[in-house]
Nanobody, 124 residues
Framework: QLQLVESGGGLVQPGGSLRLSCQPSRLPLDVRIIGWFRQAPGKEREGVSCIRLAGGFTSYVDSVRGRFTISRDNVFHTVYLQMNNLKPEDTAVYYC?????????????????WGKGTLVTVSS
C-alpha cells in the first residue's frame, strides 16, 4: 500500500504563492503518474495537474496553466506543485493522487492512491 502525504497549504492573499508537496511513504515503483486534484466547497473534485514519473511529462488544466508548475524530486520522489498568482477561485482542499495504470490523470475515479489533502485559502 502506498500512502501520500501532502503539505504546504495555508492562507495567502490574492496574487501570492504557495508550494505544495506530496511525499510518498515508499518508493513509488508501481506508480506511473502523480497528480494534484482540488475540491472547493460544494463542487466536484477536479484534476489540476499531473506528472509522469518516468520522463517528467506534465499536464495542466486550463484554469491554472501558466500559473502552476508541477515538478518531481528524483531522489526523494517528492512531487511539488508551485502555485503563483493565486486567485480566490483557487481556494480548495488540494489532494495528491497516484495512478498505477493508464494515462488519464484528470479523472479522479482512475486514481489508485490518495492523500488526505491540504487546505489552500486565497483571501485578502
Amino acid at each position: 500500500q502506498l500512502q501520500l502525504v501532502e503539505s504546504g497549504g495555508g492562507l495567502v492573499q490574492p496574487g501570492g504563492s504557495l508550494r505544495l508537496s506530496c511525499q510518498p511513504s515508499r518508493l513509488p515503483l508501481d506508480v506511473r503518474i502523480i497528480g494534484w486534484f482540488r475540491q472547493a466547497p460544494g463542487k466536484e473534485r477536479e484534476g489540476v495537474s499531473c506528472i509522469r514519473l518516468a520522463g517528467g511529462f506534465t499536464s495542466y488544466v486550463d484554469s491554472v496553466r501558466g500559473r502552476f508548475t508541477i515538478s518531481r524530486d528524483n531522489v526523494f520522489h517528492t512531487v511539488y506543485l508551485q502555485m503563483n498568482n493565486l486567485k480566490p477561485e483557487d481556494t480548495a482542499v488540494y489532494y495528491c493522487a497516484a495512478l498505477v495504470r493508464g494515462t488519464d490523470c484528470f479523472a479522479a475515479n482512475n486514481m489508485d492512491y490518495w492523500g488526505k489533502g491540504t487546505l489552500v485559502t486565497v483571501s485578502s
